[in-house]
C-alpha cells in the first residue's frame, strides 16, 4: 500500500525557518498550508504546486480553526524578538503565549492532534532573564498541558544558514561601524544550523518516540557573542575593533537602539543575554558547524559587494 501523505498546515511558515521548512516538507506532504497575515508578502513558495499561502487571523480561534481544519499535523513557528506596536498580539505575550493558546485549542476543535512547537533554548515561564524567554516559557505550558496534543517541542539556540538574522546583522552594523563597541561581549551561544533544525522538524513528524518531547537543538561549537562577531567580521574582510562593554553602558546602548528603526537591539534582548545560550550538559549537539556554512553567504555578500563596487566604478 502506498503511505499517504499528510496534509501539514504552518503558522510563522513565511519568516527564515518557515520558509526552508515548507521548502522540505513540500515533498513530505499531499498539501502544506502556509497561514499568513499578509499574503502579498509571501512570494517564496509560487513554484511549489501543493504550498497553499492562506491569509488568516491566526489570532481568532474561529478562522484558524477553519484554516487547519483536516490537516494531520499543525507546526506554529510564530515568534518576535521585540514587541511592536501597540497591539496586543504583537507584544511577547500576545505573539507567543496568547497566540499558543489560541493554536492549542484550534486543534481541539479542528480534531488535529499532531503539533510541533517551536519554542528557544532558555524559554521558562518563571526563571526566564527576559520577557522573551519568559513568554516562550508560557507558551511552552500551554502546550503541555493540553492533553489532546500528540506535541513536539523543539528549543533551539540561535540559528544561521543564508538569509539569517544573527551573523547578516553584524555583518551589516560591522561594515556601517569603523568600531563596534560590544554588550554582553561574554555571552555564550551555541548557533545551530537551519538545515539541521528543518532535519529534526521532519524526523520529529514521522517519529512517535518524539511525542512529549522537548528536544534542544545547537550546534558542535560554543562560542562568546565577541568570538563570532569577531569571525563575523573576518568572514566578512572587515577589519574591526570590537570594545566589550561594561553592562551598565551595555544596557544604556540597548535603551537607545531601541529608537533606531527596525530596533537592532533592545533592552530585552540585553535580559536574554543575561543566560547562557548553550546545551545542558549530556544533550548531543547538531552536527553541522559554523564554519561549515556561515563563508559560504558571508563571504559571498562581500564578494558580490566588491563586484558591484568594480562596477560602480565602471560606471555600470
Ligand atoms: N532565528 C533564530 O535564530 C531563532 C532562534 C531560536 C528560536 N527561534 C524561533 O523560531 C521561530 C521562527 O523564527 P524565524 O527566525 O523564522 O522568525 P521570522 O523570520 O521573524 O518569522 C516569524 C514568523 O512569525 C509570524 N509572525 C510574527 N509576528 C506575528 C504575530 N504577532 N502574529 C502572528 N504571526 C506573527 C510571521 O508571519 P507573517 O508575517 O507571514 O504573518 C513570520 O513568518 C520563532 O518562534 C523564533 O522565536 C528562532
Not at 498541558?145 to 506535541?151: E, R, T, V
Request: charged share 20%; aromatic share 6%.
Amino acid at each position: 500500500m502506498p503511505k499517504t501523505l499528510p496534509v501539514i498546515t504552518l503558522l510563522g511558515g513565511s519568516g527564515f525557518v518557515g520558509t526552508e521548512l515548507t521548502q522540505r516538507l513540500a515533498g513530505e506532504a499531499s498539501e502544506v498550508r502556509v497561514l499568513t497575515r499578509r499574503a502579498q508578502r509571501v512570494k517564496s513558495f509560487r513554484i511549489l504546486s501543493n504550498v497553499d499561502v492562506i491569509e488568516t487571523n491566526v489570532h481568532d480561534v474561529d478562522e484558524l480553526s477553519d484554516a487547519i481544519a483536516g490537516s494531520d499535523v499543525v507546526i506554529n513557528l510564530v515568534g518576535i524578538l521585540n514587541s511592536s506596536g501597540s497591539q496586543p498580539k504583537n507584544s511577547f505575550d500576545g505573539a507567543h503565549a496568547q497566540l499558543t493558546a489560541t493554536v492549542v485549542e484550534a486543534c481541539k476543535r479542528a480534531s488535529v492532534s499532531r503539533y510541533l512547537h517551536m519554542s528557544g533554548l532558555g524559554a521558562d515561564a518563571e526563571n526566564g532573564s527576559s520577557e522573551y524567554l519568559k513568554s516562550k516559557g508560557l507558551a511552552e505550558n500551554h502546550v503541555k498541558s493540553a492533553a489532546h496534543l500528540a506535541w513536539t517541542i523543539f528549543r533551539p539556540s540561535v540559528i544561521f544558514g543564508p538569509g539569517d538574522s544573527f551573523f547578516n546583522r553584524f555583518a551589516d552594523l560591522l561594515r556601517l561601524a569603523p568600531i563596534m563597541p560590544l554588550a554582553c561581549a561574554d555571552s555564550k551561544m551555541q548557533p545551530v544550523y537551519l538545515g539541521d533544525v528543518c532535519t529534526a522538524f521532519v524526523n520529529a513528524m514521522n517519529n512517535p518516540d518524539t511525542v512529549s518531547q522537548s528536544i534542544d537543538l545547537a550546534g558542535p561549537d560554543v562560542f562568546t557573542l565577541k568570538e563570532l562577531v569577531a569571525y563575523t567580521a573576518k568572514t566578512a574582510g572587515l577589519k574591526r575593533p570590537i570594545i566589550a562593554l561594561p553592562d551598565a553602558i551595555g544596557r544604556f546602548q540597548a535603551m537607545c537602539l531601541e529608537f533606531v528603526p527596525g530596533k537592532p537591539f533592545s533592552r530585552d534582548n540585553f535580559a536574554s543575554l543575561q543566560t547562557d545560550n548553550v546545551l545542558p550538559e549530556g544533550v548531543d549537539p547538531q552536527p553541522t558547524s559554523v564554519a561549515a556554512v556561515v563563508p559560504r553567504y558571508l563571504g559571498n555578500a562581500d564578494y558580490n559587494g566588491e563586484l558591484q563596487d568594480y562596477r560602480t566604478m565602471a560606471r555600470r
